[in-house]
């Protein structure tokens, strides 16, 4: 039988792609999907770069694009967004939506203290200043919890906890 996806939004760091692998580890049935990877392969171009060449309104276009192919073409699968996507018409169309949430500061603990900081950072393009990614992330913390099914505080336990209390939430869904 199909079953729902699962989809992951929250703010850039917060740990969106790392809960999916872990989810898949936990759930055989389901499989990941990551929908800045899926722009990147469709474009053959990288996050950065569409932002710089393009601009960031044509880049919510390809996430518009994105949504609408997983909206009718997806099932059994854990999708990790880019923190912009909660924004594409039919996010709910696609699955249950589970809103990751945590506060700024640990979001910006998380990125700095991870191995791989200044890669993690320079790939994403509107973390090139933390003052103005804090603004964002004041503007957006509302609109997230507003679209989401569940809300999930990533901030209180391991990532394998995490993983099972959606696996439950989101079978009672
Ligand atoms: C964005 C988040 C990024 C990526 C793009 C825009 C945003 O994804 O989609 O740089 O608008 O918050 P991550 O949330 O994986 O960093």
Redesign the pocket.
């Known amino acids: 039988m199909d079953r729902r996806n699962i989809v992951l939004i929250g703010?850039?760091?917060v740990g969106?792609?790392a809960l999916a692998r872990e989810l898949v580890r936990c759930d055989g049935s389901l499989y990941a999907l990551d929908t800045?990877d899926m722009i990147e392969s469709m474009t053959n171009t990288r996050?950065k770069k569409i932002?710089a060449t393009a601009g960031e309104a044509a880049?919510r276009a390809l996430e518009r694009k994105t949504a609408d192919w997983l909206a009718k073409s997806v099932t059994n699968a854990v999708i990790s967004t880019?923190?912009?996507?909660y924004m594409v018409d039919n996010l709910k169309a696609i699955g249950t939506v589970v809103y990751l949430r945590a506060d700024f500061d640990w979001i910006l603990d998380r990125i700095l203290n991870a191995p791989n900081a200044k890669k993690k950072l320079k790939k994403?393009?509107?973390f090139q200043d933390v003052e103005k990614a804090r603004r964002l992330f004041l503007e957006r913390y509302h609109r997230y919890e507003e679209v989401a099914d569940v809300i999930v505080d990533v901030d209180r336990s391991d990532t394998r906890s995490i993983a099972q209390e959606v696996l439950g939430t989101v079978a009672q869904q």
């Open positions: 703010f850039m760091g969106k792609g800045d996050i932002f880049f880019g923190g912009g996507f994403r393009p509107l």
